[in-house]
């Protein structure tokens, strides 16, 4: 077998006490592509990030053509020919694409006599093709006349140099004429040609050819789609060489047409000889795209197959594992109503891209109401719309509430709104620190975040949230000096325990919990399972939003699988199959968009 | 009628070139992301550094030469206006202070350096009088081209400038040049408007900021030069710069970030500051609302761009924030 | 394989942001920053006057405290100081870069003169000075809101960048200034001079027999107010958590934009109130140069003392005292009173370089070879 282009050798990446990667091998081929298929957090964004030179592992080595290399930063990537195009893409707004592919490159390195001549030749047989022309380029000259001094200096300094060690070192004389005449030919394509950009969008236009991208080099990057950026990263990768290209997640941004479109150019390219890996979580592409595939879970490596031999259900398989069984408590759910129901949700982002199409669902009190579905496939955004912070384009968010009996409608409404409606709606964020929290404000303060407002008074009232702080330490076993420490020095499960503390001292009817526990130990994993179990069995409605299978398998009543802001399913928690819903997952958009029973 | 006009566009000349060697300082520095609200000060010291050189040579050496004077009294701006840049740059790049506050103490240091020793040097060198006036090197910086004075009106209007005048434009052209022609100048671009992808690009982010934020400087010193060599003829007047280091940045702003607009703001810039002296007749009130213009009028811009929100036109998106890789 | 070897050099000196500082140590290092600063002022001084820099700081603590006449200078000085800190300071910890504290309190000055100058010719004697008191107050506090919240409002609907629009608010302030005396001064000299000089009429009266103490009172007061609204208030409460993170204030339903203008009306206001007080209960006139720099000033013991109002008085009175205490060894020296100014530029580039140290751990590496 042919030497593989990128090999993977017993690579491991810890980062604290987390091991991200154990033990990793993984080879890929010229010629061909790969896929990588894992479900969140298995690591395979870990991995990629070490070849391409954001991260260096801590054991384990790794083999380019054969030869052992070591991957420092970026740009020693670069220099062994590998490429990632990450998924938050970057890239400068204000620059047109060909700005942004040349950036930080250095200028052509290689002068070259015959193509030197070449141009000049070709120069000349202009001359008298069209005189107007090369008055109009004498014009242009002078005005680049000030940049002459340059490299008048730097090519006297050359040569003197050359004239004076001429006798005491040849070889060094010959360095220096070698620089000379290397100026001159800078000088003539700084001075002469209408600079390097034009060449790179000559070079960038090619590289539209072979592949068959469909790229304009002079439009500016913020006037692009996600798809146009998209292109702009790949081909910055090949215009700088490349022959083993990353892609992580390319087509979580596309829609159906232009994912067919990338496909197509990532085939032109294997066939041009590229090893290309691409990370993805979709089945089906994974089956028409890629040649062999390699599965991680949970960070370990599970094997390569090649895509021939294979189907969905094996593959389905081998990422999501044999079932595991976790011991979490679940109680019967106790006469459960319909309290939050969502018919027809659809949501675009500013970016234009659809987040979230056509979501109906019911949660009811008294039961958990798991989110499966892989990153990104609309879970924040449908929180975030139902807590009222994103203006949906359509749909209807009802809340039945307990007290009245009356139904509410919660779509279009700010926070502050659904709060005055009388709604006792808790939202435990993604994102604990940057939004849930304020990191520099100790525990008392950030109690009384969503609470402040209350009473007519123009000062704070401290001591009811003090008073909670305190016994949210108690109760939840918050690890602090004391109640009045900056929440950004606590460790990562006790700021999750602060702030699931505070969103359930609200009493609220309906909870929602983003990834509760991600990042946390086992420990603090147990505890806040616990909790929103107590909310569940007082009755409140719980959406819990997880990356785990196993748990919310055994955790939740029922759970809704989303894929691509589709909801491809709905499934009883209890007995529930791992490999079902995990297929559910990686389904393409609108599978069983209306498969509500 | 034209007896006002040519001298009023010989002052608004020399009122601008001051203003266009701190916009143009200012826009390269701030093209790297750093806002360097220092400027004035730097000018300031651009100015006084040059005095003192020229004052300590003239001082000491019995004959000094002309050509000396100058390059002297240039080198000794240059060191300068560098030393209070790279004290900004090692405080906001290297050390990661607020640009903000790091620039506005370096303007109160820099007008108390140039105040002080404007007002002090005499007395070091144990010399009587009151205030500073080296005419030889002044004269240096003044010579004009030899054959001016034979061309009348126009020469006198156009062509009777120092080399600095001249130099002014070489520079906000080259200027241009670098920022949209080089790979550097792309390069120094990306690092102000992105600098996690400029260094993802294998950009080196803080050599990119100490090379703007020093060459800036040295080049918004050499302002303060052209103020007190050429403007006051080799003089010294405490706070006689006034509040050009401040116009400086306006014109920035007005000429959205672009050194060939800037050649042009800087003109404009430097007739309105000059235009209430030359239009017979105004009361004195009504001068100093004509004096209001340049910072009305660049208001409007800052607004108007704000408002239209063309990318092109916005200030360097990362402007004032410091930049510290590992918190990508 | 050669070009790889050469990678495989670690940094000598990385960088981490740390989160876990003592309280102490961080007090520890700002002390060590400040003694280090003063020896620099000190080498200054001997290189540029050549006597003895104790003997110079001596000079300095008499030049502040020497007679009652220089003690109430400090308070005179370090009242303004602290009034137009105690202003900049809500937007700040908003993260709004009020730069035009200096105009808004010169608006505030000049409304105030307005006041008096226009009583003087519509009523002549007739006012009382109280009722022109309150009067010039309101006017001041009022223009110096408005003059605040025009860039508040650009900021908060177009994010115009408020640096640099509330820059070029000061000099608008300026020439301002330079309009109204051209109008009010017949004689073109361009000087305003003491209003009503003789019946002292809109003039802060003397408490405890001393001139400017009304000043001192008010700003103390202004102070343990601001105190209070930060550290106590809901509006104090809105403030830090948009200044933190506007992703939490949009979470729990602040209105991001409602809270940038109504804290920059508040900072405004009590800019105007500085003018007022200058204007009022020192001056009795306005130039232009009645802010002399102490808006920029404000923004640097703001920023020192970590927006804690209690903290700026010691740093505002910190500043006052330096400038003063040069100004007095520039007297006996016969040096330039500008000396004031280099002090206080190195003594802040030092206490503001200092805080990198509080901020960042600097771990210089073992000459380890890492395992392959």
Known sequence: MAIAAIELKNITKRFGKVVANNNVCLSAYKGEILSLLGENGSGKTTLMNMISGIYYPDEGQILIDGNEVVIRSPKDAFDHKIGMIHQHFKLIDVFNSTQNIVLGLEGEKHFSFKAAAKKTVLAVSRIPKNILRFFKSLVKTVKRIPRFPYF?????????????????????????????????????????????????????????????????????????????????????VLYRGADILILDEPTAVLTPQETQKLFAVLRNMRDDGKAIIIITHKLHEVLSLSDKVAVLRKGEYIGTVNTAETNEAELTEMMVGKKISLNINRSEPKDPVDRLEVKNLCFVDSQGVKKLDNISFTAKSGEILGIAGIAGSGQRELLESIAGLQHVQSGEIIYHNPKTGEEDELCGKSPIKIRELGVRLSFVPEDRLGMGLVGNMDIVDNMMLRSYRKGKSMFLERKKPRNLAERIIKDLEVVTPSAQTPVRKLSGGNVQKVLVGREIASSPTVLMAAYPVRGLDINSSYAIYNLLNQQKESGVAVIFVGEDLDVLIELCDRILVISSGCVTGIVEGRGADKSEIGFMMTKANGGFSDGEQ | MFDKVFPFINSTICTAIPLLFGAIGEIITEKSGNLNLGIPGIMYMGGISGIIGGYIYEHYSSSPSTFLCVTIALLASLIGSLILAFIYSFLTITLRVNQNVTGLALTTFGIGIGNFFGGSLLKFFNEPGKSISIIKTGDGFKASLPFASKLGVFGDTFLSFGFLTYLAIIVAILASLFLNRTRKGL?????????????????????????????????????????????????????????????????????????????????????????SIYIPGLSSSDKELINMLPYVVTILVLIITSIRKKRENQPPASLGLSYFREER | MESSKKHLKEPLIHITRRTDIPRVKAWCIRLVAIIASLVVCGLVIVLISKYNPIEVYEKMIDGNFGTKRKVLNLLKGTSALLCISLAVTPAFKMKFWNLGAEGQVLIGGLASAACMHYTRLQFGNSISSWQLILLMFATSVVCGMIWGVIPAIFKAVWKTNE????????????????????????????????????????????????????????????????????????????????????????????????????????????????????????????????????????????????????????????????????????????????????????????????????NYKINIRAKQKEAK
């Open chain 1, 152 to 236: 008048v200096a730097k090519f006297f300094k050359s040569a003197a140099k050359a004239v004076c060690s001429f006798f005491k070192s040849p070889e060094y004389a010959w360095h220096c004429l070698k620089t000379a005449a290397k100026t001159i030919s800078e000088a003539y394509q700084t001075i002469m040609c209408p600079g390097y950009l034009k060449r790179a969008e000559k070079a960038v236009l090619e590289i539209s050819k072979q592949y068959g991208f469909d790229l304009d080099p002079n439009k500016k990057i913020y006037e692009m789609s996600v798809s146009e950026k998209q292109t702009v990263e790949i081909i910055k």
């Open chain 3, 163 to 358: 640096s640099l629009f509330t820059l070029m608010m000061n000099y608008v302030a300026i020439q301002l200034v330079g309009f109204f005396i051209a109008k009010w001064v017949p004689t073109g000299s361009g000087v305003m001079g003491v209003i009503n000089l003789d019946t002292k009429c809109g003039w802060l009266p003397d408490v405890f027999g001393e001139k400017y103490m009304f000043n001192v009172i008010v700003v103390a007061v202004l102070t343990i107010v601001m105190f209070i609204y930060l550290r106590f208030s809901k509006h104090g409460y809105e403030i830090s958590v948009v200044g933190e993170s506007e992703n939490t204030a949009r979470y729990v339903g602040i209105n991001v934009k409602k809270v940038i203008i109504r804290t920059m009306l508040i900072s405004g206001a009590i800019c105007g109130l500085a003018g007022f007080l200058i204007v009022s209960g020192a001056d009795h006139t306005v130039t232009k140069n009645l802010a002399g720099g102490m808006g920029f000033t404000a923004i640097m013991v703001s920023w020192l003392a970590k927006f804690e109002p209690f903290m700026m008085v010691f740093t505002s009175a910190f500043i006052i005292f330096l400038q003063n205490g040069s100004s007095a060894i520039a007297m006996k020296l016969g040096l330039n009173k500008s000396v004031s100014d280099i002090l206080t530029g190195i003594i802040i580039f030092f206490i503001i370089g200092c805080e990198f140290f509080i």
């Open chain 2, 187 to 275: 390069n120094l671009r990306a690092v102000g408007e992105n600098p996690a992808t400029a260094d993802a690009a294998g950009i080196s982010v803080v050599k990119y900021k100490y090379f703007a934020t020093l060459t800036g400087g040295a080049i918004a010193g050499l302002g303060g030069l052209y103020f007190v060599m050429e403007y006051l003829g080799g003089a010294w007047t405490n706070d006689g710069f006034g509040d050009r280091g401040w116009l400086a940045i306006a014109i920035v702003i007005f000429a959205i970030w672009r050194p060939a607009l800037a050649i042009f703001s800087s003109f404009i810039f430097g007739g309105l500051y000059m235009l």
